[in-house]
């Protein structure tokens, strides 16, 4: 292959793998892999000349595909060169004085406030183009809205979302396949939200790390003036060290060992003159200004022995490719599995049982496979599925290869179905444990949905089986007899369409007045019109309304479940009531069944107080909280739950 030839075809490698990750926010190749192929990229233009006008060196991010607003920025964003090597900085630095700080992996966020307000908040997009979230900026948790400074002031930052707050928005999630991969992901999706209480309910956080610009302020042509500036006025700023290059390794080292315990997730460090003027007068490269460089962490790498390849059936059919390889130690914990994703991936990387192979954790979290030392490209392709020994096929979508069962009766689809049906955000079936449910249909006690209303005819046969006795199963009744009264957006998403999640079945029903038999009859291009929907969801849900063994199923849940009444139109008196509720409640069992009911009244509810919220819900009316003095701050209303079921006549059953 020629060196043009190479240079086409990383061009494409690259920019298809910007688009999934950029807007999509999805991962089809490691960060590994795309570091070395963005490297192979470059050298090669360096040797032959040549750079594209497609190539990712040239351009930033990717197009915004979401339906908020666009934004054009004054002047485009660049990224940043980068470097692993450690003297290389020092090179870089020169005898002039810089600032060191966490490059974060989030989203970069502009902000603009005018007389000490917030005014506007843009995405950086692709660099030229961004999207407009100033309504969900106003939602970050440690992001000031108001502040004592009048001028203008434009500054940038990125939003991200800490490791332990991904790990806890996870657990609440009891479907494993629709928990999210990672923190920028979600971020990504949080801070991208048509309604901002979604934003609100992530922990997003605000991390400030460059002033743009500032009216009549002397900084002293210092960038730590400019930081120190932007903490007094309540932002929370990127940890930074001054540094020179005496000091600098040894700051750098301070930072190795600080990310093993940072909850925060970054991808590496930046570091930038502190020299303003100095900075501006060297300009930037059509890609990269020059007066910042990023360095970015060499993974940890181990190498092992690839023992076996673990074929994994999800609910949707699809089976994923898992590496099995001897333990190693990496980032302090014991790992001896990895995703491979796809079949695509697995073909790239060659592997074969036997093989040396490398292996990291993707932002210190996600192991991943990063190099096949051997190659041996001998793993065999299951040609039937390893949990039903149904026929498998090797499907492709976009020009990725992906392996499927097709079997609609395999017994880990029907697991996984069934355990989402009886999940939180669907039917939510206390006491039916995924346990529970591969039990049950070993037995043939539940075989499709509506089973779960028909477990009275094995009573003798539960009763007498280990873990439960006649409490336990009459618990469990209860609560099968108590989930026959349902929602319909619940009822959607818990029949497990493919691509139809808990925000999408809350749309779709809304759209459709919450008459389901409106949407089990709807077309294709009916459903596409649907805001947020479009085709592919679209697609899915006519099929599955169309599929002759659904429509049976789906006959024999409505003989059970009861759809509660959702009144819609002008009965919606709350219609542009914004409610805050706080504290423990006593007449709901949490806070997700009063938001409901708010919300079917029209009303909305938020997580922070604001000059715009109707009342604030807490049955501590007097509590020294901060939404208490924050409401008491903005004269808003503090109300008892009583108080707030009286005032709206609201009773509760």
């Known amino acids: 292959m020629s060196s043009l030839d190479r240079i086409k075809e990383l061009c494409k490698i690259l920019n298809k793998a910007s688009e999934a990750y950029y807007a999509k926010d999805e991962e089809i190749i490691s960060n590994f892999e795309y570091d070395s192929l963005y490297d192979e990229l470059v050298k090669l233009e360096e040797e032959t000349g ?53 490059k974060l992996d989030g989203l970069t966020i502009v902000l603009t406030y005018d007389d000490g307000k917030l005014t506007n908040a843009v995405t950086r997009g692709n660099g030229e183009v961004g999207e407009v979230i100033t309504q969900n900026a106003k939602c970050f948790k440690n992001l000031p809205v108001g502040i004592s400074y009048k001028g203008h002031l434009v500054l940038r930052g990125e939003a991200v979302i800490s490791y332990s707050d991904f790990k806890k928005i996870n657990e609440r999630i009891d479907n494993p396949d629709e928990q999210y991969k990672n923190p920028r992901n979600l971020c990504s999706g949080s801070v991208r939200q048509l309604d901002p209480k979604v934003t609100a309910s992530r922990n997003v956080c605000f991390f400030a790390f460059n002033l743009v610009e500032a009216e009549d302020v002397d900084f ?75 360095f970015k962490w060499q993974d940890e790498q181990a190498e092992t022995v690839l023992r076996e390849i673990e074929w994994s059936p999800s609910r949707t059919g699809l089976i994923n490719p898992v590496a099995i390889f001897d333990t190693v130690d990496l980032e302090g914990t014991n790992v001896s599995r990895a995703s491979v994703h796809n079949i695509s991936v697995m073909r790239s990387l060659k592997l074969g049982i036997g093989d040396r192979i490398l292996v990291y954790k993707a932002n210190m979290i996600i192991p991943q496979v990063s190099e096949n ?129 808990v925000a999408n079945a809350k749309l779709i029903a809304s759209f459709y007045d919450y008459d389901f038999d409106r949407i089990r009859n709807a077309s294709v291009d009916e459903l596409s019109s649907i805001d947020q929907v479009g085709e592919v ?89 901060g939404k208490n003095k924050r409401a008491k701050e903005l004269g808003i209303r503090i109300i008892s739950e009583d108080d707030f079921l009286k005032e709206y006549n609201i009773s509760v059953n």
């Not at 003027?277 to 990023?294: E, F, H, V």
């Not at 009744?477 to 619940?490: M, N, Q, R, V």
């Open 537 to 625: 969801i679209a697609t899915s849900i006519y099929n599955f309304f169309h599929d002759e063994a659904r429509i049976k199923e789906i006959d024999n849940i409505l003989e059970y479940v009861e759809l509660e009444k959702i009144e819609t139109g002008e009965e919606k008196d709350l219609l542009g009531k914004t409610f805050v509720i706080t504290g423990s409640l006593n007449h709901f069992e949490n806070r997700d069944i009063l938001k409901e009911i708010i919300e079917n009244r029209g009303g909305k509810v938020s997580g922070s107080v604001s000059n715009k919220t109707e009342a604030l819900i807490n049955n501590d009316v007097t509590s020294s909280s």
């Open 50 to 102: 040549i750079v594209l006008s497609d190539s990712p060196t040239r351009k930033v991010g990717y197009e915004p595909v979401s339906f908020l607003p666009k934004f054009t920025h004054p002047s485009p964003m660049l990224s940043l060169s980068k470097t692993k090597d450690r003297e290389e900085l020092r090179e870089w630095l020169k005898d002039k004085e810089g600032l060191l700080s966490w």
């Open 220 to 294: 002293k042509n210092s960038r730590f003036e400019q930081m120190k500036f932007l903490s007094s006025l309540g932002f929370e700023c990127v940890h930074e060290e001054k540094v020179n290059k005496d000091t600098l390794l040894e700051k750098i080292e301070w930072y190795s060992n600080e990310i093993k315990t940072y909850d925060i997730p970054s991808d590496g460090l930046v570091l930038m003159y502190d020299d303003i003027a100095y900075g501006k007068s060297l300009g930037s490269t059509a890609k990269a200004p020059r007066n910042a460089i990023a």
């Open 373 to 501: 030392l051997t190659k041996s490209d001998n793993v065999v392709i299951p040609e039937v599925c390893p949990s039903c020994g149904g026929q498998t096929v090797i499907e492709s979508t976009d020009g990725t290869d992906v392996l499927m069962c097709k079997n609609p009766l395999c017994p880990v689809k029907q697991e996984k179905s069934l355990t989402l049906f009886a999940s939180r955000n669907a039917l939510s079936i206390d006491g039916v444990s995924e346990e529970t449910i591969v039990k049950f249909i070993e037995k043939g006690f539940i075989k499709e949905y509506a089973d779960f209303f028909r477990l009275e005819r094995y009573k003798n046969d539960i009763v007498s089986m280990e873990g439960f006795g006649i409490k336990s199963y009459e618990n469990m009744i209860a609560s099968c007899e108590k989930a026959k009264k349902t929602t319909l957006p619940k009822l959607l998403y818990g029949l497990g369409i493919e691509n139809v999640g």
